[in-house]
């Protein structure tokens, strides 16, 4: 117990703490109870703008549901929340509204076994009663912000327990931006402890068995055709396609280090790449989305793995001129801003600008990586403004600026732009619910935008039959008209300018 307490000497400063205490305030608290090194490790893998305020970064939902997803989906794998309770029942319910069917562990806390220690002695007494191999191949243990910021020590929680893995990490949202990184704190977390396993000796087996052909491991979430359909284009060179990363059970992580080159797919797993680059693995940047990015990307595999340029090139007469068929027989026809926290975003942009679709402007809430540069550089090269990082404000002064025939983004972004009579889609539901890859990707797109940009008159008969209504401080449930003040917005208008001149003046001393 004395050394939980050394640990943990800025508990007492953290103990109350939560998201909504500045993000300033709960980093100095971590540093201070033992976590300063972890977030700057943190703050490398997943860096913001150089300078940033609390306001300059991107509005996700609470990052630890990425780490939480990533546990969740996998087979055999139970996980334990440690967190405030409204933070854990917000995360509960996130997680089984996008279809988790399974129990969320929650050790709970007070100030009191926070502050002393006892906290991580539950943690421990649950992980223990929890590690059954006959169940589990391992427990995930997720430390929220306060724990986070308090030093709950999860590194000294036992490695394994009865053959069963103990994984802890730490998903504060003060540290890990988007809820999109913190899907590769684990997936990074379990591919450390499977390569060390991979490194001392036999491992299991996949479950579907080993690949004949040398393997490309997928990294990052994508709609499950799209992994048959990059099977099919690696076949011609003689390579298939290996697991996706987060994968669904332990054993699929080896097969996953087993590989001949790993395909960045989404570029912000910052960590898993470091744990492929140190078991060798070279990293291929980008994906075969549209014509020109299948292209580059096959010849980028294909040198990867030193295969001959006659089987690359075979792969590429096969497959270019289906997809340059598709897009040519689904055109998209229309103004696009795209935006979202997936991190595909660039790829959806790419293939919207070779659909013929004119697209000014892309956001994304991830980081830019030396992994998604030739989709920049692409972008770039035909007049897209790509925005890293970027923030509601920023997605939405978008879409004011450049008056789309279709809004692609989040939902408060979907939200302003219906508002403004421009139809628009929801990113993570419309967009990331359908194949992007190779012909399969080339022609999924055009049915449902172009159906949403033939909404427009539906918009607009709408907002001139409600007009104002509802909207302003018409807003809410009225008894009666509400009657207008003026005298009062003039008294108010007259306050803050005066404000704002003091505020000047004081800033001039």
């Not at 931006?177 to 490194?199: F, I, N, Q, Y």
């Not at 284009?233 to 054993?251: D, K, S």
Request: proline share 7%; net charge neutral; aromatic share 6%.
């Amino acid at each position: 117990m004395d050394e939980l307490k050394h640990s943990n000497p800025g508990a007492p400063e953290a103990d109350g703490l939560g998201c909504h205490a500045g993000r300033d305030q709960m980093l100095a608290a971590a540093a201070a109870s033992g976590n300063g090194e972890l977030l700057q490790q943190y703050a490398r893998d997943y860096p913001l703008p150089e300078g940033a305020g609390p306001h300059d970064q991107p509005q996700s939902m609470c990052p630890a549901f990425g780490s939480l997803r990533v546990g969740l989906r996998m087979r055999r794998t139970a996980t334990v929340l440690s967190g405030s309770a409204c933070c854990v029942y917000g995360l509960s319910f996130t997680a089984h509204f996008y279809g988790a069917r399974r129990s969320i562990g929650y050790v709970p806390f007070s100030s009191e076994t926070l502050v002393t220690g006892k906290l991580f002695e539950d943690i421990r007494e649950a992980v223990h009663k929890l590690a059954d191999p006959k169940q589990y191949d391992a427990v995930v243990v997720i430390n929220l912000c306060v724990p986070s910021a308090s030093g709950v020590p999860l590194r000294l929680l036992p490695k394994e327990i009865d053959g069963v893995r103990i994984i802890g990490i730490d998903v504060p949202g003060f540290g890990v931006p988007t809820h999109a990184e913190a899907k590769d704190v684990l997936a990074g977390a379990m591919l450390r402890v499977a390569r060390s396993e991979a490194e001392a000796g036999p491992v299991a087996t996949p479950r579907g068995g080993v690949s004949e052909k040398p393997t490309i491991t997928l990294l990052g979430e994508m709609f499950p055709a799209d992994p048959v359909g990059i099977g099919m284009m690696l076949e011609p060179m003689g390579l298939a396609a290996g697991p996706v990363v987060p994968t669904r059970e332990w054993r699929e992580l080896y097969a996953a280090l087993d590989c001949a080159a790993v395909a960045a797919i989404h570029p912000f797993y910052t960590a898993s790449i470091r744990e492929f680059e140190t078991a060798g693995r070279p990293i291929v940047a980008s994906a075969p989305v549209g014509h020109d990015g299948t292209e580059a990307w096959l010849q980028a595999v294909g040198r990867a793995c030193n295969v001959p340029q006659a089987m690359i090139d075979a792969s590429k007469n096969k497959w270019l001129r289906a997809i340059k068929g598709a897009l040519a027989a689904t055109p998209i026809k229309g103004r696009v801003v795209v935006s979202g926290y997936e991190g595909s975003e660039l790829l959806v942009a790419r293939l919207l600008v070779e659909s013929g679709a004119e697209v000014p402007y892309v956001g994304t809430a991830c980081p830019k990586t030396p992994w998604s540069a030739p989709d920049l550089e692409w972008l770039q090269a035909r007049g897209v403004h790509v925005q890293y990082r970027a923030s509601l404000e920023q997605d939405i002064a978008a879409v004011r600026e450049f008056r789309p025939d279709l809004a692609i983004g989040t939902t408060p972004v979907v939200q302003a732009a219906k508002q403004a009579t421009i139809p628009a889609l929801y990113f993570t539901n419309l967009i990331s619910a359908r194949p992007l890859m190779g012909p399969a990707g080339a022609g999924s797109l055009a049915q449902v935008i172009n159906a949403a940009i033939a909404n427009k008159a539906r918009f607009q008969q709408m907002r001139e039959f409600f007009g104002e209504v509802g909207s302003g401080d018409n807003a809410g449930v009225w008894e009666d008209v509400p009657q207008l003040r003026p005298e009062f917005r003039a008294e108010t208008r007259r306050q803050v300018i005066k404000l704002q001149k003091r505020r000047k003046a004081e800033e001039m001393i």
